[in-house]
């Protein structure tokens, strides 16, 4: 019997979270997982980010893994950098849950942390430009749910009235973005022995 095999990854922006498509069209015309490693037959996504979304993404072979880490007590955080300067009762509003649309039904958030950050993180540079400073203010917080509903931070921090403009996770569990770059693998021996550890490493500083 074959031992499951596990990654880190650092999805990189414009990628999307599968390996390659069938759709002769879409694979001309987007980027997959699949040209930054050769991952081996039947690796599988542990959840997603969209095409537009960075950080750290895990990858296994293992069905039961995928399963144990999907679920509702594993916290996933995300540094968001923010259309405007956000206030306190945007952020008390982030933290107690709001009503987002999942699958164009009403959906409340479940609570979860919510902070500004007091700077830009030490992040590396996006490809594509976010926009120009004179265009107003942004702002940088950190944001941390155990749900994942599809683009769920981008929904929510819209919802409060400060759009995302980059959205970067870089924590799931004990696991951390920490020095990894964009399109970075690594593989590991137990990936759900990392996420249920203590987080021991700062993600990112800001």
């Known amino acids: 019997m074959t031992e499951p095999r596990h990654f880190l990854l650092y999805k990189p922006f414009g990628y999307l979270s599968q390996f390659r498509s069938e759709d002769a069209r879409e694979a001309r015309k987007k980027r997959f997982l699949g040209e930054l490693h050769d991952f081996p037959a039947g690796t599988m996504a542990i959840g997603r980010l969209d095409e537009h979304s960075e950080g750290l993404l895990l990858l296994t072979t293992d069905g039961l893994a995928s ?13 968001a950098q923010l259309d405007g300067s956000i206030t306190d009762e945007a952020l008390a509003r982030l933290r107690t849950g709001v009503e987002i649309s999942v699958e164009h039904q009403p959906y409340q958030t479940l609570p979860g942390a919510a902070h500004r950050l007091p700077g830009a993180p030490d992040l590396p540079p996006r490809p594509r430009k976010i926009r120009d400073d004179r265009h107003g203010p942004t702002s940088w917080v950190s944001i941390a749910v155990t749900e994942g509903k599809n683009r769920q931070v981008r929904k929510m921090t819209a919802a409060v009235g400060f759009p995302t403009l980059r959205l970067v996770r870089v924590r799931i569990g004990g696991v951390v973005l920490a020095d990894m770059v964009p399109g970075e693998v690594r593989e590991v021996a137990d990936v759900v022995a990392l996420v249920l550890a ?3 490493v700062q993600a990112l500083s800001a």
């Open 198 to 200: 203590p987080v021991t």
């Open 67 to 79: 399963e144990r880490i999907r679920r509702k007590d594993v916290e996933k955080e995300y540094y």
